[in-house]
């Protein structure tokens, strides 16, 4: 057999192979009717089918690391457009910010410490498409992104927890990236953005989040996340967790105790 000829059928193959991994990617996350129906519930728990644009939150904060643990105060802003920000203010580790502009493969995510200076984010970090820290405003049927893809696993555990929740899983669809953006890299969008969110199957809201990361070196060792919701309160008439407890690794890393909440 020529190089040449043997040259198109390597070619051939990986243009097939392409093909199949974005069918896959497109496909990940076929939102069927059990997710719109399972969505249509968060909506109805979270606030009733009344749009929420913003949510502002403050309170109180715990910062570990290693045998580190600091304290301090917290503000918090979520808006359905996918931007969301954190204000940390520890007594001493001084101030941390983390901010997020949007959702999507054209978002930007960074961290700055007590110096000021801002950190990117490693971009596979910032395709994630729920807010962390109030996944339920990043889910409203009404104003879901078409971006973004959603399926329903049916009842089981999610993350380190055995406890059984309503598993929806969810993450960027391949159809929905930008003009212009590599199909190569697709599977790779899908599959970095997908998070798991576990549903509390007596009330419907959001308890736990899990999805994974990676070190901002661009290093492929991967970083556990996993975010527990609890003492919900109404808040003009929209669930509010009070109490936010962020895992890194199996470890917490952040505990968040919220005391006020401004919707929209």
């Excluded at 990617?25 to 644009?53: H, P, W, Y």
Aim: proline share 5%; aromatic share 6%; charged share 10%.
């Amino acid at each position: 057999m020529s190089s040449l000829k043997l040259l198109s059928r390597c070619h051939v193959v990986a243009v097939l192979i392409l093909a199949f991994n974005l069918a896959i990617a497109n496909e990940a996350f076929a939102q069927n009717g059990s997710a719109t129906a399972a969505l249509n519930r968060l909506a109805t728990a979270f606030s009733n089918n009344q749009a929420v644009q913003q949510v502002q939150l403050a309170g109180n904060a715990t910062w570990h690391a290693g045998s580190l643990r600091d304290s301090g105060t917290v503000n918090l802003t979520a808006s359905t457009n996918g931007s969301s920000q954190m204000q940390l203010v520890l007594a001493a580790t001084g101030e941390r910010t983390e901010a997020q502009t949007g959702i999507g493969s054209s978002a930007v995510c960074q961290w700055a410490g007590s110096d000021g200076i801002a950190h990117q984010i490693s971009v596979g970090n910032c395709w994630k498409p729920a807010l962390w820290f109030l996944p339920a405003i990043s889910l409203q049927p009404s104003l879901l992104p078409s971006s973004l893809g959603i399926s329903d696993l049916g009842e089981s555990a999610v993350g380190s927890s055995t406890n059984i929740y309503r598993h929806l899983q969810g993450g960027l669809l391949a159809s929905g990236l930008p003009a212009g953006f590599p199909d190569s890299l697709a599977p790779t969008v899908v599959q970095q953005s997908t998070e798991d969110l576990g549903l509390d199957p007596a009330s419907f809201l959001p308890a736990v989040l899990a999805y994974t990361v990676h070190p901002d070196n661009g290093a492929s060792t991967p970083i556990t996340i996993e975010i527990h919701y609890s003492n919900y309160q109404a808040v003009n008439g929209v669930q509010i967790p009070f109490l936010i407890q962020r895992y890194v690794n199996g470890s917490l890393q952040l505990a968040i105790t919220v005391s006020s909440a401004q919707i929209n």
